[in-house]
């Protein structure tokens, strides 16, 4: 595709619930990212993916959140046990390879998460 | 911990004028500094990178970097009401592929 995807854009969600959120990066992009943007807040890194690896999760919160990517394309990010303080934007980013000075981050349009 | 400041504003400037928009940050080892621009209820969008000391034109943008300092600086020329928006700064390097975001700084431009 022509940018990066995301699904779906808004997710209301009761407390306890698990969700997952999908993002379907820019073709041929090796490297892919998921932050999140609370109100008020800056971009918080969550996970970072190299191909189907994750060499850096060092942002997840907490062992309610993990994620996957398959096939060294689409990546999920699953919420298990939903609280209210998960309530944010949920932004994936996808670059060419992550590592060259200068690669650029491209991001999708983001998943709005309101757990009531 | 690695930190990207911003001050957070918000700045407003008169159409025409030039706005500034400044940013430091903490790890010395960061390699490449890129300005987003945000709109509200959208996901950021690139303005530029820069990742050597000096300056960066790109149309009505420059970036300066000063690694002695460590300090980055976006500057837009001939400001439209169409620039306002929130600015981020960002960081990356020293070992990560992670983009640390400084908090962002809001610019309005007025008619």
């Known amino acids: 595709g022509a940018g990066v995807s995301q699904s779906p854009s808004n997710k209301v969600t009761e407390k306890g619930k698990d969700v997952e959120l999908r993002c379907d990066p820019i073709?041929?992009?090796?490297?892919l990212y998921w932050y999140r943007q609370s109100l008020g807040q800056g971009l918080e890194f969550l996970i970072y993916?190299?191909?189907?690896?994750?060499?850096?999760k060092s942002g997840l919160p907490s062992d309610r959140f993990s994620a996957e990517r398959t096939g060294g394309s689409v990546s999920t990010l699953t919420i298990q046990r939903t609280q209210q303080e998960d309530s944010a934007v949920y932004l994936c980013a996808s670059s060419l390879s992550g590592s060259q000075a200068g690669d650029t981050q491209y991001f999708g349009p983001g998943t709005r998460l309101t757990v009531l | 911990q690695k930190e990207v400041e911003q001050n957070s504003g918000p700045l407003s400037v008169p159409e025409g004028a030039i706005a500034s928009l400044n940013c430091t940050y903490s790890?010395?080892?960061?390699?490449?500094f890129f300005w987003y621009r945000q709109y509200s209820g959208k996901s950021p969008e690139l303005i530029m990178f820069?990742?050597?000391?000096g300056d960066k034109e790109d149309g009505r943008f420059t970036a300066q970097l000063n690694k002695a300092s460590q300090y980055v600086s976006l500057l837009i020329r001939d400001s439209q009401p169409s620039d306002s928006a929130t600015y981020l700064c960002a960081a990356m390097g020293g070992g990560s592929e992670k983009l640390v975001f400084g908090k962002g700084m809001k610019l309005t431009v007025n008619p």
């Open positions: 073709s041929g992009h090796t490297a």
């Open positions: 790890d010395r080892g960061s390699q490449s």
């Open positions: 820069i990742y050597s000391n």
């Open positions: 993916f190299q191909g189907n690896s994750a060499p850096d």
